[in-house]
């Protein structure tokens, strides 16, 4: 799996907006601060230009009329502390304004000068960015050359391309916003639909969508709610079907149990022959039996789905009841708190407990250690047998119905129906709890079954 496809599909819709609208207003802001630093800097160029030959002109007429020194006039022209003027005459350099050696400017620019091209360029001097503009003078191999300072020109850049990140950054985290939340609402019947079906999947065959104005919706919730009614009815018919055939055979297959047991009673004499025939005859029916109760019992909780008598069950109470009705099962139990409660269904919790312990002795030589503790808010029962444990890859299919793992195709009594871990996998479940398997320390099985604690 991909990391984009581990991304939430709501989280994708909202970063489409906020990517696509990252691109829009970053492609708007970049035309935007093109086309004003481009029209701020030539007007700035532009101003430059014709302010150096206003000084120039004046510069020509001093030199023509043999005017006094030049200091004076090139300090007189000079614009700002920043700005600098360089006059250059077959007698030296002559500098007004910030003073900057000449030999700091670029030799491309500086050689352009002395051969009396004109030339604008911005450069750094001393650290101030600067707009340099040579001309040439009436003097032969001389040149003007005037330092404009930009300083407050690239604080209006800094600024203005700030304002353009700022405004591109916090439009993108709008439209993400704008977009969670939009697919937030767009997504909300698909919600309720996930919803309703892990209801259905979970056992709750009564979960159905709310009836939806929307012309594109109405038809997905009205074909969902059909087709959760005729699983719900089919189902309820199925174990209807099963309910039905299980009762009726519990008078004739009690009455064969019965007429079974007599015949047990005169097994000694009947040739050797007929005993083993009485044998297989009295396994089948004891587990026939078996299996009509269990069919009884799923059939009543598919039937009456989450229709219970709930009431606060004391677990550790219930699991020493449970083997102390039982013959032969004479274990401890270890409880790591005095009292702890559920809210459930104590028939279904008997069931449970007894299903389990019948599994640890039909199957892994008996029970070994029950244990009640509380984890994390949930009721944790555990029951260890001395067997030889259940392969990973049967871990899940053995809460399947007819599911008996490596004991499929055999028969005899110790075989069960295969339907007492399901029965216990779906009380669980209806109870709100989790039940596996998991290896036990030391080998064996440990067979676990969290529930939600309840407070008194």
């Known amino acids: 799996m991909t990391a984009l496809a581990r991304i939430s599909l709501r989280w994708r819709v909202a970063a489409a907006f906020g990517l696509g609208l990252l691109v829009l207003v970053s492609a708007l802001a970049f035309a935007t601060w093109k086309l004003t630093s481009g029209y701020m800097l030539s007007q700035r160029v532009e101003g430059a230009t014709r302010q150096a030959e206003a000084n120039v002109r004046l510069v020509n007429d001093a030199i023509r009329t043999d005017y006094g020194s030049l200091d004076d006039l090139l300090t007189g022209l000079s614009t700002g502390p920043d700005s600098t003027i360089l006059l250059y005459q077959p007698r030296g350099w002559i ?25 604008r360029q911005r450069i750094l001097a001393g650290g101030i960015p600067t707009l340099a503009v040579t001309l ?70 009564s979960a159905r969508l709310p009836a939806q104005s929307d012309p594109d919706l109405a038809p997905l919730a009205t074909t969902f709610n059909t087709t959760a009614e005729a699983l719900e009815r089919r189902v309820r018919q199925d174990a209807r079907f099963a309910g039905d055939v299980s009762h009726e ?31 297989l005859l009295l396994a089948e029916v004891r587990r026939f039996h078996h299996m009509v109760l269990d069919l009884l019992e799923i059939s009543r909780a598919d039937q009456h789905g989450d229709r219970r008598s709930q009431e606060l069950v004391d677990v550790p109470g219930l699991v020493r009841n449970v083997i102390a009705a039982r013959h ?45 503790c509380c984890r994390d808010d949930r009721v944790r029962l555990e029951i260890d047998d001395a067997g030889p444990g259940v392969p990973e890859e049967l871990r899940e299919r053995i809460f399947e119905r007819f599911a008996r793992g490596g004991y499929a195709g055999r028969r005899g ?8 871990l399901a029965i216990v996998a779906e009380h669980v ?16 099985a440990r067979f676990v079954v969290e529930l939600p604690e309840a407070r008194e």
């Open 95 to 119: 500098t007004s304004g910030r003073r900057i050696d000449p030999s700091a400017l670029p030799p491309e620019f500086l050689q352009r000068a002395m051969q009396g091209r004109p030339a």
């Open 136 to 205: 040439p003078i009436v003097t032969p191999r001389g040149c003007y050359i005037e330092l404009f300072p930009l300083t407050e020109l690239d604080r209006t850049f800094r600024f203005l391309s700030s304002l353009l990140i700022g405004g591109t950054l916090t439009c993108a985290a709008l439209a993400s916003a704008v977009g969670w939340w939009t697919s937030r609402r767009a997504l909300r019947p698909l919600i309720a639909l996930t919803e309703a079906a892990s209801r259905v999947a979970g056992g709750d065959l």
């Open 249 to 279: 055979l519990r008078s004739p297959l009690t009455t064969m149990v019965n007429a079974a047991e007599v015949l047990e009673r005169r097994g000694g004499d009947l040739p050797p022959v007929a005993r083993q025939a009485l044998d």
């Open 328 to 372: 032969g099962t004479d274990l401890p139990v270890e409880v790591s708190e005095p009292m702890l409660l559920v809210s459930a269904d104590r028939r279904r919790l008997d069931r449970v407990v007894a299903n389990l312990l019948d599994n640890a002795e039909r199957y892994a030589g008996g029970p070994v250690r029950l244990a009640v």
């Open 413 to 420: 009594v110790e075989t069960g129906s295969g339907l007492g």
């Open 429 to 444: 479940q209806r109870e709100g709890g989790t039940v596996w398997v998991e290896d036990r320390p030391g080998g064996g």
